[in-house]
């Protein structure tokens, strides 16, 4: 998996101390604002980084590096896990709007 990032963002790649990071699909629906950080809402895959229960789709990433250049940054990471659900359209915003 390859991410790539503002250095400057709060969207920075969050990796826990064993260099794992998961990339998440959110779906709409009851969980909103602070309630989405709840700890009971939460869980662990294989490298132990920290993932919404409710996700339509995860990839748990172990961090091989991170290279940064021109104020981006780029993730790059191996899958070592990965949730899918089924039957459940992903929350995704494409020009402004949601698809």
């Known amino acids: 998996m390859r991410r790539s990032l503002k250095p400057s963002t709060s969207q920075q790649l969050p990796a826990d101390r064993n260099g794992g990071a ?7 629906g009851p ?3 602070t309630d ?6 939460w869980t662990t895959l294989a490298t132990g980084a920290p993932t919404l229960k409710a ?3 995860v990839l748990d990433c172990q ?4 290279i940064e250049r021109f104020e981006t940054i780029i993730a790059i990471g191996r899958i070592a896990a ?3 659900a089924e ?3 992903p929350l ?3 020009r402004g709007g949601y698809l």
């Open 22 to 28: 998961c990339a998440q699909l959110w779906r709409p």
């Open 31 to 33: 969980l909103k604002g």
């Open 36 to 41: 989405r950080f709840v700890p009971e809402q």
């Open 55 to 57: 996700a339509v789709g």
């Open 63 to 66: 961090l091989e590096e991170m």
């Open 82 to 84: 990965y949730l899918q």
């Open 87 to 89: 039957n459940v359209k």
């Open 92 to 94: 995704v915003t494409f």
